[in-house]
């Protein structure tokens, strides 16, 4: 199934259960370099505030050390724009989840600094490789006879 285009991110649909898909994107971060800093389980959230039942959702705050330094130590503001958002959610297809990703180039460029480009080239980059590494680990291994 072919997702939209995003203007602020990018997206991919996986044959994944929502569990399994939360898993192979934690693992995908790790292997570059991300560690998960927030975590906020937008159904849990939705049930317990607003008592409606949402599909199973999460946000979570992913962070590259190296990277986010080398912004803060740029802009010490540029905080407010951090850490990188990741969402995981039940697509509408049975045993199917998506996985989006706000594009750091998008999210950074309201700063306006030319300097930060870099940085924030460099982080897409990575996860864009996050998401492909998630659709290579979800597709179906295939067999030949």
Do not use: W
């Not at 906020?40 to 962070?63: E, H, N, Q, S, W």
């Not at 724009?81 to 995981?88: K, R």
């Not at 180039?105 to 897409?124: F, H, K, M, S, W």
């Amino acid at each position: 199934m072919s997702l939209p285009a995003l203007p602020y991110g990018f997206q991919v649909e996986i044959p994944a259960s929502y569990e399994d898909a939360v898993a192979l994107v934690r693992e995908a971060l790790a292997r570059k370099g991300f560690g998960v800093l927030t975590e906020i389980d937008v159904r849990a959230t939705m049930k317990k505030k607003l008592d409606v039942d949402f599909r199973p959702y999460v946000i979570l705050g992913a962070c590259n050390p190296p990277l986010a330094h080398q912004a803060l130590t740029a802009e010490r503001a540029i905080g407010l724009l951090l850490p990188c958002n990741v969402v995981v959610h039940a697509s509408d297809a049975p045993g199917r989840s998506v996985v989006a990703v706000l594009d750091p180039v998008a999210q950074l460029g309201v700063t306006g600094r030319d300097d930060i480009r870099p940085i924030a080239e460099q982080v897409r980059a990575l996860m864009q490789g996050v998401l492909e590494d998630v659709e290579r680990r979800a597709a179906p291994e295939t067999t030949t006879h």
